[in-house]
């Protein structure tokens, strides 16, 4: 069984800085992708950013060059950087993670609030 665990959520100002880490715990799989998603109410979960064991990382167009994922691959523990944070970052932002290469994967951290005020 996969167990994903999610830390650094919180509220923050416009124009403020946040990091989310995410670590899998508990697990006989390998895991290849791991990422990060958010989903307010009433809208679709949708992709932040993801990344493969092998650095290939992939982002969500409205987190460009405001976002950074990176991972420790020996930890199997991934990081989002958020910088230049607005108030559309509001959401809540779920851990992924899956043994193949794509996202979403099978598993799913149980969600961290981020709260960004005008």
């Known amino acids: 069984q996969v167990q994903l665990v999610e830390s650094g959520g919180g509220l923050v100002q416009a124009g403020g800085s946040l990091r989310l880490s995410c670590t899998v715990a508990n697990s006989d799989v390998s895991i290849n992708s791991m990422g990060w998603f958010r989903q307010t109410p009433g809208v679709q979960r949708e992709l932040v950013a993801g990344?493969?064991?092998?650095?290939?990382?992939n982002y969500g167009d409205s987190v460009k060059g405001r976002f950074t994922i990176s991972r420790d691959g020996a930890k199997n523990t991934v990081f989002l950087e958020m910088n230049s944070l607005k108030p559309e970052d509001t959401a809540v932002y779920y851990c992924?993670?899956?043994?193949?290469?794509?996202?979403?994967?099978?598993?799913w951290g149980q969600g961290t609030q981020v709260t960004v005020s005008s």
């Open positions: 992924n993670a899956d043994s193949g290469a794509t996202l979403p994967g099978d598993y």
């Open positions: 990344i493969t064991i092998g650095g290939v990382t």
